[in-house]
């Protein structure tokens, strides 16, 4: 039994050995088989010039992309420059228009105070422009009776305008302002104007001068009579023609602006001291 195991041991084992050995000669076999055949190259020549193309024109586009982010960058560069310009500007404007607003808020204040104080002052202004009024036809009255019948109808037009409600309390005291204006410069003027005066107890047309408020003359058309405005008695008293027509004509001249300014010899009354 022992020696029929040793039999198939050692059978194996020499058979073990010749596998081996036929393995060994073919690796050798093999070994020099490749060591006789070329190397290829693990990479084509073609596949390697395609990639160096390829990054080339990648290369390219790139630089394209820079060269255009770099313009756009001058660009924004250049748009925000010129918008900082017109904030800096704007600023500046802005700051002066809000001195003007302050300004502005500070008379519209004013304008609410004054006009809270409007009805007030109506108030006052109304029987201040009758006291106004009833003066100035009492003024007339007792002046020199020199274009009496306009000086009267230029009261009663200002009478009826108070009572007119179309008409505001700024134009009445207006027309009530014009008013002592006009009278104010009648003293300041000389002129003549036509007229009807009572000479010697008869109705006749007559040649008035004025000169200023000093100074009320007539002098018939034919110049026969002549005759001046007594303040002290409040009538006409006739003169002597031999001594004043000759002056009185030339004053009607000059205040035609048909003559010079010159010296006239009139009856003046004198200034009297103030009391």
Do not use: C
Not at 118 to 131: E, F, G, N, S
């Amino acid at each position: 039994m022992k020696m029929h195991r040793l039999k198939s041991i050692a059978l194996t084992v020499a058979a073990t050995a010749s596998v081996l050995a036929a393995s060994s000669a073919y690796s050798a076999e093999q070994d020099a088989a490749e060591q006789v055949k070329p190397a290829k190259p693990l990479v084509p020549v073609s596949a390697v010039v395609k990639v160096g193309e390829q990054r080339t024109k990648s290369a390219q586009a790139s630089q394209v992309r820079i060269d255009r982010l770099a313009a756009e960058t001058g660009d924004l560069l250049q748009d925000y420059k010129t918008v900082m310009k017109q904030v800096d500007g704007l600023r500046v404007y802005n700051a002066r228009l809000e001195k003007q607003i302050a300004g502005q808020l500070r008379r519209i204040a004013s304008l609410e105070k004054a006009v809270d104080e409007a009805t007030v002052i109506q108030r006052q202004i109304t029987p201040l422009l009758i006291r106004m009024i009833d003066g100035l036809e009492q003024f007339v009255d007792l002046d020199v009776p020199f274009h009496i019948d306009e000086r009267k109808e230029r009261v009663e037009f200002l009478r009826s305008s108070m009572d007119r409600s179309d008409i505001s309390i700024a134009e009445k005291f207006r027309q009530v302002l014009e008013a002592y204006k006009i009278e104010n410069e009648y003293g300041r003027k000389i002129d003549s104007y036509k007229g009807v005066a009572t000479v010697n107890g008869a109705e006749r047309d007559v040649n008035f001068l004025r000169i200023g408020r000093i100074g009320l003359l007539y002098q018939t058309t034919d110049g026969e009579h002549s005759g001046a405005w007594d303040k002290t008695q409040g009538a006409w008293v006739e003169l002597d023609a031999g001594d004043y027509r000759g002056a009185i004509q030339k004053g009607l001249r000059i205040a035609r602006k048909q003559a010079s300014i010159d010296i006239m010899k009139l009856p003046i009354p004198a200034p009297e001291a103030a009391k």
